[in-house]
């Protein structure tokens, strides 16, 4: 809010001081409490330090310094001031406040924080933990490591609380343990949006290049299993892949040879051939490359 309208006319804040540059500060503050009563106060600061504030109370001005008492008695000499201060933190104050409300409430809604837990090997042989609570609002949030269920927070390092850049937040603590130990190590996170704290233990890594070269193993194993069935029903059947019949060349000196460098089928076809008349199966011949 601007500061102008809420400094009486004629006030002499500053007489006082020398000149120069100086720095003047106005803090409002309002309340709506659940039971529907209000509260609030304003607070003046002049160069970083505490100049005046009004007490709704009392409904006055308070020195905070010796050289305020100046101002203090002029501002409570103004009684039409003094009301307008009143009823801006008593009506307007909390008009304001309502209507930012109802405009923020879907962004001001707590959201639960995601928690990563993870592990890795450091120059010195120690493992370092690690959580990392994103996505989370409002800020304040404890995040703790547990050994054996006891908090260990005097061994952890904290990275702070830091905006995510989407109204949420997120922060990470880490952990250095002796990579031997067999305690049982989880990640303790608190927050307004979790009914319940959350506990998150660091899981053993399963080994990826393990699963994926077993998966392969078995593929080309299926693979294989499939060409071996393929290939004894082409010689069961004696046919090739395109549906025609598949022949064996023989030898000059094989017993059905033919003459005329002739090669034959017939004594090898197997069910699936076709017969002729007699149930005699038919006999393929066909002449060899030269």
């Known amino acids: 809010f601007a500061l102008a309208p809420w400094l009486p006319s004629g006030s002499c804040l500053v007489c006082v001081f020398a000149t120069g ?26 160069d970083g330090r505490d100049f005046l504030y009004y007490d709704l109370k009392t409904q006055t001005w308070v020195a905070s310094i010796p050289q305020a008492v100046i101002s203090q008695r002029s501002w409570n000499a103004d009684k039409l001031y003094l009301q307008t201060i009143k009823a801006f933190l008593q009506e307007l104050c909390i008009a304001r406040w309502q209507t930012f409300l109802v405009y923020g409430r879907e962004s001001l809604k707590p959201k639960e924080p995601q928690v990563l837990v993870s592990d890795r090997p450091t120059p010195e042989g120690f493992t370092r933990l690690s959580c990392r609570a994103h996505g989370f609002y409002p800020q304040d949030i404890a995040v703790v490591w ?51 704290e ?18 392969i193993a078995a593929l080309l194993l299926l693979l294989v299993a ?9 010689n069961k059947c004696c046919i090739n892949l395109w549906g025609r019949p598949m022949c064996i060349p023989l030898s000059a000196g094989a017993p059905n040879a033919r003459p005329g460098g002739f090669f034959t089928c017939s004594n090898s076809l197997g069910p699936c051939s076709p017969e002729v008349g007699g149930g005699q199966r038919a006999a393929i011949q066909r002449p060899l490359a030269p």
Not at 148 to 172: K, L
């Open 21 to 46: 540059i100086h720095t003047l500060q106005l803090l409002s503050k309002c309340e709506l409490r659940a039971d529907g009563r209000t509260g609030g106060f304003q607070q003046i600061s002049y």
């Open 226 to 234: 499939a060409m071996a069935e393929i290939v004894l029903l082409i």
């Open 146 to 196: 547990l050994k054996n269920g006891v908090a260990m927070s005097g061994e952890t390092q904290s990275w702070g609380i830091v905006p995510s850049g989407d109204g949420t937040y997120q922060t990470r603590v880490t952990l250095e343990i002796d990579p031997s130990s067999d305690a049982r190590y989880q990640c303790c996170v608190e927050h307004e949006s979790l009914a319940q």
């Open 198 to 215: 959350l506990r998150v233990a660091l899981e053993p890594k399963s080994n990826l290049l393990l699963i994926v070269g077993a998966v």
